[in-house]
């Protein structure tokens, strides 16, 4: 069974810095590629951040420059690094992983930045 836990989240003031993590377990073969999405209140998740198996990314333009998405294959892990926080990147914040067509999501983790 595959699982993945985020972990990461809380509360930040503007302009300041967390880094999520997504750790990965269970049976996976082969993995086509993981992301990040968020969900803000009374709004619909949304793509952050996305790495293929091919360490390709591709980032939301509303986090260019300030959210990183990285990966480390040795310990099952998929990260986040988020810079330079402004409110409105207030939201839950979801893993997603894409085994070829099965899609698993983690059970969110709450990021809230302050004004």
């Known amino acids: 069974q595959v699982q993945l836990v985020e972990s990461g989240g809380g509360l930040v003031q503007a302009g300041g810095s967390l880094r999520l993590s997504c750790a990965v377990s269970?049976?996976?073969?082969?993995?086509?590629?993981m992301a990040w999405y968020r969900q803000p209140p009374g709004k619909q998740r949304e793509l952050v951040a996305r790495?293929?198996?091919?360490?390709?990314?591709n980032y939301a333009d509303s986090v260019k420059g300030r959210f990183t998405i990285s990966g480390d294959n040795a310990k099952n892990t998929l990260y986040l690094q988020m810079n330079s926080l402004k409110p409105e990147d207030t939201a839950v914040y979801y893993c997603?992983?894409?085994?070829?067509?099965?899609?698993?999501w983690g059970q969110g983790t709450q990021v809230t930045v302050s004004s």
């Open positions: 997603n992983l894409d085994v070829f067509g099965l899609v698993y």
């Open positions: 269970g049976s996976i073969f082969s993995i086509n590629a």
């Open positions: 790495i293929t198996r091919s360490r390709s990314t």
